[in-house]
């Protein structure tokens, strides 16, 4: 071989071998880590190439900076707090705590609110009334008529000195024709763009996005769970609503986690230099125990996916899950299907038809495994179902912004919230037969009987479901 190849192949050996080397040492995920590791050594130069953009979680290192960087570190969200050990069985209401080491909160109020319809009007009147913050999380504003109305409902709060920071994703920030970080700006709005791609130094985090969806206004109400902020969510006259989600208003000291969180993410985008002041403590306002459950790829352990297992394993009766995206892992699908086989009536509740085609191929390989243990499994009619509901026997309810799939448990930025009440519980299930009345109920036989080539998209697609 002449010297020009032998120089091209170590050129595609030695970051190869680096390549290698980080993901055995870092990736949790045996597929993931042999996916990366396959792509770092058969694809030359562009596999190390796409594992330096996509596969290094760049996010615990930036963290870790954080804490050298700042001595008080009350905004940061991945630290466990250290607990006494308790003996004997744990109750469903010690699981969120024994996996995140973070306490519930008393006093709350938590209200569903179906729809745009409902959802917005309540957001911007309180936009309108805040007097001191309002803090703003999204994964996507679209600048349509809905959009307008927040960023208008933004400007005015701004021009009244209310201290108003919006925090936006800087992928989600691309499903808009219009760049809306520049948009707000243009506008007097303080905004903080979170990972955005950029070309040098070379940062496309297609997979450490911020997908919370939070408002905060002054210590009074809280606005959080799975809704983006656009016309889809909305109906009209003349136009039928196209996204179907279900939002939530939180008041009570739940604000101050809640706050916490945001705080956290805020310091992150803008590397600390823009700090936020601290909050006093918020005020209870109901009976209702909550507690916060932020989860992302900063953390040591998958705080969402350890508690949705555990919660799963505690069922005794029922277990209702509603979500668009349905690509659990296999530690999941053991949990549904052991509930299922202790007697415990077990709903999932999909859209019929996904946004996302390949999402809804992909799914089908695991339903087809989960029915064959008399779960029900429900097809939800059109509009796009968005929500993401779990409820688990007659008093517990977890909400927040997380799919159930890869791309939710382990490489985004989300929030979970854990609500203790059963007024809350038995409205949602009154929600989940409402929907499912409306439905079609899937059978494992209608999935067994897919034509080969069906099947064959369908398992090719769950293939890559790690990857989604």
Aim: charge should be positive; proline fraction near 6%; aromatic fraction near 10%.
């Amino acid at each position: 071989m002449t010297t020009q190849t032998w120089v091209l192949i170590l050129f595609h050996i030695g970051p190869a071998s680096l390549g290698v080397y980080h993901a055995l040492l870092y990736k949790r995920d045996p597929r993931a880590a042999m996916g990366w590791i396959m792509a770092c050594i058969f694809i030359p130069y562009g596999g190390p190439l796409a594992y330096y953009l996509f596969g290094i979680n760049r996010v615990r290192a930036r963290g870790q900076g954080f804490k050298e960087r700042f001595l008080h570190v009350d905004f940061e969200i991945g630290n466990r707090l250290a607990k006494p050990s308790q003996k004997g069985e744990l109750g469903i209401r010690d699981i969120g705590w024994r996996i995140s080491g973070r306490s519930m909160t008393s006093g709350n109020t938590v209200t569903p609110l179906y729809n745009g319809d409902q959802a917005y009007p309540e957001m911007l009147a309180s936009i309108e009334g805040a007097r001191t913050r309002v803090f703003l999380a999204t994964y996507i504003l679209l600048l349509d008529n809905t959009g307008e109305q927040f960023v208008a409902a933004l400007k005015a709060a701004t021009e009244r000195g209310v201290d108003v920071r919006v925090l936006i994703d800087g992928f989600g920030e691309l499903y808009a024709f219009r760049r809306v970080g520049r948009y707000l700006k243009k506008r007097g709005i303080r905004v903080a763009r979170f990972l955005p791609p950029r070309l040098f130094p070379p940062g496309v985090h297609v997979n450490l996005r911020n997908h919370r969806k939070l408002l905060i206004i002054d210590d009074e109400v809280a606005y959080a769970g799975g809704m983006n902020i656009g016309d889809n969510h909305t109906a009209t006259a003349d136009r039928p609503r196209k996204v179907s989600d279900v939002h939530f208003a939180l008041r009570g000291p739940v604000l101050t986690e809640l706050a916490a969180v945001f705080r956290s993410d805020w310091h992150f985008a803008t590397n600390g230099v823009d700090k936020v002041t601290k909050e006093s403590p918020a005020a209870p306002k109901g009976d209702t125990q909550c507690r916060v459950l932020p989860d992302g790829p900063d953390d040591e352990l998958d705080v969402l996916s350890g508690t949705l297992q555990a919660a799963i394993s505690s069922a005794r009766e029922t277990i209702d899950v509603m979500t668009p995206y349905f690509l659990p892992n296999r530690d999941l699908v053991g949990a549904l299907e052991s509930a299922a086989l202790r007697g415990v009536l077990v709903r999932l509740v999909l859209p019929s038809k996904n946004n996302l085609p390949f999402m809804h191929w992909a799914h089908r390989n695991v339903l087809a495994d989960l029915l064959r243990w008399n779960i029900e499994g429900w097809y939800q009619p059109p509009p796009f179902c968005h929500a993401k509901l779990l409820c688990i026997d007659n008093e517990y309810s977890l909400i927040g912004s997380a799919n159930l799939d890869a791309r939710s448990m382990r490489l985004n930025f989300e929030l979970g919230i854990e609500v203790f009440s059963e007024p809350l519980n038995k409205e949602l299930k009154t929600y989940f037969d409402k929907v499912i009345a409306t439905s079609r109920r899937v059978s494992h036989a209608e999935l067994q009987q897919r034509s080969v080539a069906t099947r064959v998209r369908d398992a090719a697609a769950a293939l890559m479901s790690p990857y989604m």
